[in-house]
């Protein structure tokens, strides 16, 4: 599971449904989340929070990609990987800290990546849970 710690910095409301912006550093990460500011005590602005999201969420590209629908994108340096013959861990430092990745070996032959790679990892808003 990664985990990186930053401040909310923003949330908007429909609902039942919250969108969370989190400041870690200079960049901002969204979080959706089924829950509000009213029901509960966690959600409000300039609290420090954590994120998490699964190895398994992490997606990966070695090419820079704007017009995507994937807000939360990081730029790092692949530092090691642990290739299976189905699935390939892949640790990635970033200047948010280390980001690990699990994708298919298939894909991590493809995109052609090493140790010393310079990648973007992306993480879907929904994929991204909140605690402290």
Do not use: C, R, W
């Not at 919250?18 to 509960?40: C, G, H, M, R």
């Not at 969420?57 to 807000?71: A, G, P, R």
């Not at 430092?93 to 990648?119: Q, R």
């Amino acid at each position: 599971m990664n985990s990186l710690s930053g401040q909310i910095s923003n949330i908007e409301v429909s609902g039942s449904l919250s969108l969370v912006s989190i400041q870690i550093k200079d960049t901002t990460f969204k979080a959706i989340v089924i829950e509000n500011p009213n029901t509960s005590l966690y959600l409000k602005v300039d609290k420090p929070v954590k994120i998490f999201f699964k190895e398994t969420e992490v997606i990966i590209t070695t090419t820079k990609i704007d017009m995507i629908s994937l807000e939360n994108q990081i730029s790092g340096i692949v530092t090691t990987f642990e290739k299976g013959k189905l699935l390939t861990k892949i640790t990635i430092d970033t200047y948010l800290g280390v980001i690990n990745s699990i994708i298919t070996s298939a894909s991590f032959k493809k995109l052609g990546i090493k140790e010393g790679s310079n990648v973007i990892t992306m993480i879907k808003t929904n994929e991204v849970v909140l605690g402290k």
